[in-house]
């Protein structure tokens, strides 16, 4: 099969390297000095003590490539819908749109029964174009768990983790979204394909919605803002709006927010990674993380006090620095 990172930066890049370790064509869509040099000296991969180098395919140029089975989209969400041409063209006509970006993706209410069923959502797919060109129906949801670095153009850091959990929108365990696991279990990388996998991408929301923008508030990191009791507070409030909004919806949390707090203070002394682009200049996540928690509130008239506070505050900031899409 033919698969294709769209965004092959620490995390794309880190996925397409061990996917190349597969008998399946892999090629990469990267571009600026990352690209050049991985045309130019490969891709170097860095883990532990252990550097591992590759020589992938990879273009700036989506129109040369043959059609492809899987396009894994592993750029930032605002950075989606300006590329959905692009993507559309790449695909096979079976071919799978497979969404590995922070935060609630546009399909969200893609076959869900009762009142919200095919509900589009304004904030990540603002002119519709990503629900409408490529379709919900080519959708497979993945939640991306490794931490990984682009350290300098070619050269990616892979911190931890390996786990990519998938998911059809319909909770069926199809042939393509098992194919997909399975090539991604052969590259040595864990795919568990669930049947909720809503709820998986609310788990790992549940953090980046109030770390992310307190950081870039306080410039805190993780230990400090999941310990000091006002930080700590400000983060409780804004999951538990949160939870209240993704349980009306008929998702279910494995884990209470006492230990979900717990366990960001257990990383240590790290940068969200939206302090990070601030402090990079890069545009930040704003809308995929907050926004569209602050959209789902209306349309369930769940009221948001902690989160519209904190929204306004971090997108001010973001408009400040130049940050802000």
Known sequence: MRICIYGAGAIGGYLGAMLSKTENEVNLIARGPHLQAMQERGLRVLTGESESLYHLHCTDRPESLPPQDYVIVTLKAHSVPRIV?????LLAPQGAVVTAVNGIPWWYF?????????????????????WSQLGPERAIGCVVYPASDLIEPGVIRHLE???FTLGEPSGEKTERVVALSQTFIEAGLKAPVRPRIRDD????LWG?????PISVLTNATLDVIATESGTRNIAR???GEAQQIAETLGVRFSVDIEKRIDGAAKVGAHKTSMLQDLEQGRPMEIDALLTVIQELGKMTAIQTPNIDTILALVIQRAEQAGCYN
């Open 201 to 204: 991408i609310w788990i790992k």
């Open 85 to 89: 041409p692009q993507i559309k063209s």
């Open 110 to 130: 893609y076959g869900v029964k009762g009142a919200f069923e095919n509900k589009r959502l304004h904030s990540v797919d603002p002119d519709d174009s990503q």
């Open 208 to 212: 980046n919605l109030c770390f992310n």
């Open 161 to 163: 983790g390996n786990r």
């Open 237 to 239: 409030g804004m999951m």
